[in-house]
C-alpha cells in the first residue's frame, strides 16, 4: 500500500544522490518522476522526462500534476536557473532544495563558485516566494567513485586536496530528503539541515579507509595546483569546473562541525566513511 500519495519530481535522478531518492521514494509507493538528462543509464521506473534543467519548456511538462520538487542545480552558475525558477513559481509546488554545507551565512562572498551558486540559489528560491526546504549537504561519500579509475591502475590517489569537512553517506541525505519530501508540515521550511557525517575527515584519511576496506595499502597524494589544473584538464574536465575545483581546494577553510541533524531527520546516527567503502568496496575492483 502506498503511505503517501505526493506526485514528487526528482531532478539529477540517475546521479549519485538522485538515484538513492529515486529508489527511496518508490519503495514508499510515492509517484514518481525523474527528470534525467539521457535515458540510458540505470533503469529508473515508469515514468522519466529526459531533457535539461535549463530547457523551461521541458521543465513545465515536466512539473504537470507535480505537488513536491527535489531539486539539485548542478551548474556552476545561478544565472541559467531563471527560467526553471519562474517554472516553479508559476506551477507552486513544494520544493526541497539540497544546498552546501559550505556555505558561510555571514558572508558577502562565498568563497569558491560551487559554494556561491548553492547561495544564490537558495536566495533565488525564497525570493520567488517558493519557501523551500533547503537540506545542506556536506560533501557526499560517493564523490571517492572518482576515485575508482585511479585505483584500478595502483594504490595512489592523487588530485587536488580539500580541506577536511565532516564526510556524509548518501545513503542518509537521501533518507533525510524522504523525510523531508513525505513530510506533512510546513515546519520543517523555516530550519536549516546541514547533514553532515559523523567524522571529519581529510582525503588522505579517506583513501586510507578505502585501502582498509579493499585490503590494499592505499595512499593520497595531494598535487600542486598547476599540476592539478593540467591533470584535470587531460581527463576532459571543462575548464569552469577545474578552476572551480581549484578554487575549493585552495580556499575552502578547514571545518570542524559535525551536526546531528541526520540523526534529527531519520532517527539514527550517521553512518561513518569506513562503512561507506566496506559497502561499495566491489565498486574499486
Ligand atoms: N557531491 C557532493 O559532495 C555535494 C555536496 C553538496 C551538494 N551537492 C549537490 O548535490 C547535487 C547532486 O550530487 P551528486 O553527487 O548526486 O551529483 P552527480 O552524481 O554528479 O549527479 C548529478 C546529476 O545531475 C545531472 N545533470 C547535470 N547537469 C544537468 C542539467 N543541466 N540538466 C539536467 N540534469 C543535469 C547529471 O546528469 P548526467 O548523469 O547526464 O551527467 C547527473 O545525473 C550536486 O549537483 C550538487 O549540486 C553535492
Aim: aromatic fraction near 2%; charge should be negative; avoid cysteine.
Amino acid at each position: 500500500m502506498p503511505d503517501h500519495h505526493s506526485s514528487i519530481l526528482v531532478t539529477g535522478a540517475a546521479g549519485n544522490l538522485g538515484r538513492e531518492v529515486v529508489n527511496r521514494l518508490r519503495v514508499r509507493g510515492a509517484h514518481v518522476r525523474s527528470l534525467v538528462r539521457h535515458q540510458t543509464g540505470p533503469r529508473l521506473g515508469a515514468e522519466s522526462v529526459v531533457g535539461d534543467l535549463t530547457d523551461p519548456i521541458l521543465v513545465r511538462e515536466a512539473l504537470v500534476g507535480i505537488d513536491t520538487v527535489f531539486l539539485i542545480w548542478p551548474l556552476l552558475d545561478s544565472a541559467p536557473a531563471h527560467d526553471l525558477i519562474a517554472e516553479l513559481a508559476a506551477a507552486a509546488p513544494r520544493v526541497v532544495y539540497l544546498s552546501t554545507t559550505a556555505i558561510d551565512d555571514d558572508a558577502v562572498r562565498q568563497t569558491d563558485p560551487i559554494i556561491q551558486v548553492h547561495a544564490d540559489m537558495e536566495v533565488l528560491l525564497r525570493d520567488a516566494g517558493l519557501r523551500p526546504v533547503v537540506l545542506r549537504s556536506d560533501t557526499l561519500a560517493s564523490n571517492a567513485r572518482g576515485w575508482a579509475q585511479q585505483l584500478r591502475s595502483g594504490d595512489v590517489v592523487s588530485g587536488p586536496d580539500m580541506a577536511r569537512t565532516a564526510v556524509v553517506d548518501e545513503r542518509d541525505v537521501a533518507d533525510a530528503a524522504i523525510a523531508v519530501l513525505l513530510a506533512q508540515t510546513d515546519q520543517l521550511t523555516d530550519e536549516i539541515h546541514e547533514l553532515m557525517g559523523p567524522e571529519v575527515l581529510s582525503r588522505a584519511a579517506q583513501v586510507a579507509h578505502l585501502g582498509a576496506a579493499l585490503r590494499r595499502s592505499l595512499r593520497f597524494e595531494p598535487l600542486a595546483v598547476d599540476l592539478a589544473r593540467s591533470r584535470m584538464l587531460a581527463d576532459g574536465r571543462p575548464e569552469p569546473l577545474v578552476e572551480a575545483l581549484i578554487a575549493a581546494s585552495v580556499r575552502r577553510p578547514e571545518s570542524n562541525r559535525i551536526t546531528d541533524h541526520v540523526e534529527r531527520l531519520i532517527g539514527r546516527t550517521a553512518g561513518t566513511f569506513a562503512q561507506w567503502a566496506i559497502d561499495h568496496a566491489a565498486e574499486f575492483n
